[in-house]
């Protein structure tokens, strides 16, 4: 095998492990938005732990505390912009920007409230046994802000959109039974 091809061969192993990597930081997100707590489980390794600042501990433990945490919540949604990977052997460190959006229950009836929360997430990956999994994820938070909700969208008004749900009734899942 010439030179080239090793070469070649050793970038395209990289640039699968840091694909496996940022898979990991997206499958999370889409986890915690469809409260799934299952798919939230599935991207740590099971002695993984988590700093979110208000919560430090396990990610087993993690999963119960942040599901608590969106079950006050009506809706939320995490966007993952930049995304940073950098491979050493079976080890990876990545930096993933986010913004989360939450609908928050108003206080006392009233309406309820818009947040934004930015940061990045610190993430400490592995591989092991051949698999990927976060081992530690850390947060950081950039700045917030709060604002009242604007949404108005009649969901029952509106038969004919899919809208976002929270767990499997969401038409993502039935989308991804027919891969």
Known sequence: MSADTLALDSRLA???D???CVELVHKLARAIDRCDADLVRSVFHPDATDDHGMF???AADFV???MEVLA????SQHVIGNVLVEVDGDNARGEAYFIAHHCL???DGAGDTF???AGRYLDRFEKRDGEWRIAHRGAVYDWSTTAPSTDMWDRAAMPTHAFGER???DPSYRHFEGA
Do not use: C
Request: charged share 25%.
């Open 14 to 16: 990289r640039l699968l």
């Open 18 to 20: 840091k694909q496996d």
């Open 56 to 58: 430090k501990g396990t």
């Open 64 to 66: 119960p505390w942040v």
């Open 72 to 75: 006050g919540m009506r809706r």
């Open 105 to 107: 229950p108003g206080a």
């Open 115 to 117: 947040m934004v929360a």
């Open 167 to 169: 767990g499997h009734a």
